[in-house]
């Protein structure tokens, strides 16, 4: 038998015809303004911490980052047994794979939202029913509640959203986990939260008011530790006793755990990131509205532009300028999400974005 036939006959059935996370070029020396990092670096006490815990990586860490979730317990007023910390949310969402999705049971979530939801579903065997997008291609929350049915295990929602950078209120949050049977779990991945302003939900507000909630929050957005592999979920004891059992013993690094630890400590850190984002924006929505560029304000620190066909050549010219933003599709059409990156780096962006998006659109005319 040919070596591709027999591996694809072993292969599991929904795996054989799954397309592999595409992470786009990352080239090292280029401006990196595509994956939703923080380009101001790592906060200098993680960085002291992860040095001085390599000299301890001839142990196993703590299975359960003990220390790192009384901290997060402290600083959210909640308690320890709430959290489970995982190997990024990316980690955490092969747990909530693992332990909860079957054969069959319906995974729903946004049209344009974080791809790994669907990819857990579909690795389970599960299946994903995509939300539409409402005409302002934002997450619609009447949407979510009809699209639940007997077969929903969980409903993922996006919150700031990623791509589009739009953020959900309390109040319409409250109105899906009202509707929404209590036996199908809601998990709110808030990748994004300490960019958003106040109307933008806080999740951990209602996780004693529901049980069957989950929220999942990251070190690799605005703590700028996206290469050390941290995230986490916050819910019910009970519940989190599932993510338990089948997450790998040692999922989280001896040094991971201690920069993330030690990242929570670095307000001025924190601070300093969320108001550089803040302001940056400010400044890319004053170009883009100059210039005449459709965009979606953002909740979050990225900014997509729904610009179809320009979208591509849009973002070849500025590769070959050394930029990279991210092209994603929407409905079939390009749509272009730009990570804001540091002053310098957003500046230059501008400088060489109308060049780059008048010739796309002449050559897609
Ligand atoms: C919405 C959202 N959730 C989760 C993740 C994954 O984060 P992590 O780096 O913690 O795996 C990302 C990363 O881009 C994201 O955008």
């Known amino acids: 038998m040919d070596k591709k ?18 992470p786009g070029p990352t080239y090292p020396d280029f401006v990196r303004i595509s994956s939703n990092e923080n380009n101001l670096g790592v906060s200098r006490k993680a960085i002291e911490a992860i040095k001085n815990a390599v000299s301890k990586c001839n142990r196993y860490g703590d299975s359960r980052c003990d220390r ?4 997060l317990a402290r600083k959210h007023g909640m308690i ?20 909860f999705i079957e054969p069959g049971d ?43 049915t007997e077969k929903t295990r969980m409903v993922v929602f996006c919150n700031p959203n990623n791509p589009t950078g739009t953020g959900t209120g309390i109040r319409d949050i409250r109105k899906m986990l009202d509707a929404i049977p209590e036996k199908v779990l809601f998990v709110l991945d808030e990748a994004y939260i300490e960019f958003a302003d106040e109307n933008t939900a806080d999740g951990l507000t209602l996780l004693n008011e529901y049980p069957n909630l989950m929220v999942c929050r990251t070190f690799s957005k605005v ?31 001896v040094p991971a755990a201690a920069g993330a630890e030690a990242a929570l400590d670095d307000i001025e850190f924190l601070t300093e990131s969320v108001e550089m984002v803040r302001n940056e ?17 953002s909740q979050a620190n990225f900014i997509l532009l729904p610009l179809g066909e320009i979208s591509t050549g849009l973002r070849d010219g500025l ?12 409905r079939g059409k390009g749509v272009i999400r730009i990570t804001v990156g540091l002053p310098e780096e957003n500046s ?12 796309a659109k002449n050559k897609a005319n």
């Open 106 to 148: 319906e995974v729903v979530c946004g049209e344009l939202t974080f791809s790994v939801y669907a990819e857990m579903a579909e690795i389970m065997g599960g299946r994903t029913v995509k939300v539409p997008m409402t005409e302002n291609i934002e997450l619609d929350t009447g949407g979510f509640i009809k699209a639940v």
């Open 281 to 297: 924006k400010k400044k890319f929505y004053d170009f883009f509205r100059t210039n005449e560029i459709s965009f979606i304000s």
């Open 68 to 71: 790192l979730r009384e901290k």
């Open 319 to 330: 590769l070959k300028d050394g930029i990279i933003v991210r092209l994603l599709r929407f």
């Open 348 to 359: 230059l962006l501008m400088e060489k974005f109308m060049n780059n998006y008048e010739a």
């Open 223 to 253: 703590y700028g530790l996206a290469g050390l592999r941290v995230g986490w979920i916050a819910g019910d004891p009970e519940l989190m006793k599932y993510l338990y059992k089948v997450r790998e013993p040692y999922a989280v690094s």
């Open 5 to 22: 036939d027999l591996f694809y006959s072993i292969a599991r059935p929904n795996i054989r015809d799954m397309e592999e996370y595409d």
């Open 80 to 99: 320890p047994d709430q959290f489970v910390i995982g190997n990024g949310l990316d980690g955490v969402f092969t747990m909530l794979g693992r332990a």
